[in-house]
């Protein structure tokens, strides 16, 4: 009897290949770079037992306790971590930057509190303001003495921060700013530290002078006095019970005329002379603002750290979980553990490979950061934006699949992951609407294309563009399903390249093609999802190439376990859009194929290693702090046989 055709389609799989050895003291490493004395230090802090988890907190009593930790992070000086040595600080952004990263493996108010404290009040006066807001500010934003936020939102403005409609007025017969609410919509809203604790904002406003608006300009505004009562003219609600960081106290601020000195006007971008002359190093507005706002990039990047080591928890957590938890098996044997079933692989570690992708992607964003030119944020600020949105989004999805793995267990409080999750579902949010973000970085990847079209010429960018798309389309490449193939990262990268390249071509071509008949903002609106998806390309290419380059760095000990995760995180970005690909014609049936089993060997590859890896993000145990991440598990056992 000839075999039926599905049959005959069936192919012997190819063997696992071996699991690779876990250098676990090599990973964590590579994982802290080079702050990892600053990240050891947090770590220790964060282990005390002032630091213990308080359950059932009232909000009230919630903020308290997040104020007193960070009173204690403050006496420890990692409150001047950024800030320069001559007004008293440590000089050392990258360790600022290692320290908010580590204290996300703990509560994530008191990540955010600090970040307010530190990554926005304090970097707007570094950032925005000149010598005169250093000398009388930095080192009482770093002792915590002078509490302040960042005062940007309103309500009727979030992501729109051009439109805002607070007003900064210039009154030269007094040489004062008045600070207004005009509107309804116009008050401050989600402000933390507003609620209860700060008594400085840097407040974000149309600066007015002389009649002229010069666009939006931020100011320092005192809100409450020495006894923390609101100052004259300011009045402050309580944002109120949030679905979670219940530990900030977030709130509402409006200004009726309240009068500032002149010189509380961060004027690094923009200044105006006693006599009401503005000036700027930055003729035109509409790049002064872009300017301003670029500079701010490093809350971002704090933001996608952050994100990842919430991941890294509810990760270890479940992993831990999943090798203890045993359910279902064949009668008389010992029950199955969890991790052992392909469905529990597959929810855990793809996220496992990709989180230590992403935190490979943001060091190497780290690294731009602290080398990028003062004021130059051209090659920062798109990727910080995209991967911020990407991270985020993951850690989202990461988390909730982590909760799930847990079953019931997850949904306890004690156990941390539902307290994650619901903490860090803003993170896809603040400091940045996602969906704004990925347009953000897709909006620079066209500007650069039409920078190289002009720079290139029509004629030689096709030709270039031609080729590559041939080399895509070779009928040999696009069928090739035999596992060398994808595991070469050469091929590999050449993929993820197609997409990003054809992606960016489709899109300005479509975009000059609504051009015609359209304004530009309605052209781009048509062509949105089609710019998402270009972002979410560019980042995943981004971050291929990082942990490439990693490889090619990494002694014998890391890099075949490098490997198997980039293979893991490769095969999971084409399975996710195999849509694309087929359509596209990059790969056809059997690649395809090939590629939907490359990711099940993969983590059958890492699953004997899955906890050794997690042990490698170095999170002590007293932060981790979950029962079921405990050893041995009390809730564990075989059945009777
Ligand atoms: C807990 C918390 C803390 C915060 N802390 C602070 C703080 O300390 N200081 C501060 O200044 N702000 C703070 N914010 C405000 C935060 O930055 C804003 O919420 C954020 O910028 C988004 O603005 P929005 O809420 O007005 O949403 P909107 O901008 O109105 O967005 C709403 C929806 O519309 C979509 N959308 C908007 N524009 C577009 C577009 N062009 N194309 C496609 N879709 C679009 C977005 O994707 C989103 O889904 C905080 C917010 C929260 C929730």
């Known amino acids: 009897m000839s075999p039926t055709v599905p049959e005959r389609q069936l192919r012997e799989p190819a063997p696992l290949r071996p699991t690779p050895p876990v250098d676990v003291a090599a990973l964590q490493r590579l994982l802290d770079g080079p702050a990892f ?16 988890y308080r359950a059932e907190l009232s909000d009230e009593r919630y903020r308290e306790v997040v104020l007193q930790w960070l009173r204690k992070l403050t006496a420890e000086g990692f409150g001047a971590l950024a800030v320069p040595q001559e007004f008293g600080g440590g000089g050392d952004p990258r360790g600022f930057l290692a320290a908010f990263e580590t204290l996300a493996f703990h509560d ?28 009388r500010f930095l080192r009482a ?24 409609e607070t007003t900064a007025t210039y009154d030269a017969a007094k040489r004062e700013f008045v600070i207004h609410t005009p509107a309804g919509s116009a008050h401050k809203e989600w402000i933390g530290n507003a609620a209860v604790h700060g008594r400085m904002m840097t407040v974000f406003a149309q600066l007015i002078v ?42 509402r601020i409006w200004f009726d005329q309240v009068r500032v000195p002149r010189e509380h006007l961060l004027n690094r971008f923009g200044d105006v002379s006693a006599e009401g002359i503005y000036s700027s190093p930055i003729d035109n507005p509409a790049k002064r603002f872009f300017t301003m706002i670029g500079t701010l990039v490093g809350g971002r990047i704090t933001i996608g750290l952050s994100a990842l080591s ?23 044997q010992p029950e199955i553990a969890l991790l052992d079933y392909r469905t529990h692989q597959r929810r855990l570690l793809p996220a496992l490979a990709t989180s230590i992708v992403l935190d490979i992607a943001l060091s190497r964003m780290v690294d731009r950061f602290i080398e990028m030119k003062s004021g130059d944020t051209r090659l920062v600020e798109g990727l910080a934006a995209g991967l911020k949105a990407y991270t985020t989004w993951f850690a989202q999805q990461a988390i909730t699949d982590a909760r799930e793995c847990c079953g019931g267990q997850g949904f306890l409080a004690v156990n941390r992951i539902a307290v994650l999750r619901r903490d860090i579902d803003v993170w896809t949010t603040f400091e940045g609407d996602n969906t704004v973000l990925m347009q953000l970085l897709a909006k620079g990847l066209l500007t650069g294309y039409k920078q190289e079209f002009a720079e290139v010429g029509v004629i030689r960018l096709f030709a270039r563009r031609a080729t590559a798309s ?35 071509d489709a899109a300005a071509r479509r975009l000059r093609a609504r051009a015609k008949k359209d ?6 609106i048509d062509v949105q999802d089609h710019l998402m998806h270009l972002a979410t390309a560019h980042v995943e290419r981004e971050s291929f190439e990082g942990v490439q380059e990693e490889i090619e760095r990494a002694g014998p000990s890391l890099r075949p376990l490098l490997e198997l995760l980039r293979d893991t995180f490769w095969a999971g970005c084409v399975e996710r859009d195999m849509g694309w690909y087929m359509m596209s014609g990059a790969v056809e049936t059997p690649k395809a194929k090939a590629i939907r ?20 993000f170095g999170i002590p145990e007293a932060v981790l702090a979950a029962p079921i991440a405990s050893d041995p598990l009390p809730t564990a056992g075989n059945r009777p046989s």
């Open 597 to 616: 089993y490359l990711v099940n060997k993969c983590i059958q590859e890492l699953r004997p290693v899955a906890e050794e890896i997690t042990a490698a």
């Open 470 to 504: 041939l080399r895509a389309h070779n009928p040999i490449t696009t069928r090739r399903d035999d596992e060398d193939h994808l595991r070469d990262p050469a091929a590999q990268l050449a993929l993820l390249r197609y997409r990003e390249d054809r992606l960016l």
């Open 37 to 52: 004395a600053t990240r050891d230090r947090v770590r220790t802090i964060l282990s005390s037992p002032e630091f213990g």
């Open 310 to 332: 919430a991941v890294k928890s509810a990760l270890t957590i479940a992993i831990r979980y999943g090798n203890r938890r045993r359910q279902f098996g064949e009668p008389g």
């Open 519 to 524: 304004d530009p903002t309605h052209a781009m």
């Open 108 to 135: 994530l108010s008191l990540t955010i509190k600090f970040g307010v404290q530190f990554g926005l009040f304090q970097s707007s006066i570094l950032l925005l303001g000149t010598r005169w807001h250093h000398e």
């Open 141 to 164: 934003t770093s002792s915590g003495e002078l509490l302040g936020g960042f005062a940007m939102s309103e309500l009727g403005h979030g992501s729109n921060v051009r439109d805002l």
């Open 210 to 251: 002389g009649g002229t608006n010069h666009g939006v300009h931020a100011l320092l505004v005192p809100i409450r006095d020495a006894d923390g009562k609101p100052c004259p003219g300011v009045r402050i609600g309580d944002t109120g019970h949030k679905e979670g960081l219940n530990g900030v106290d977030n709130g």
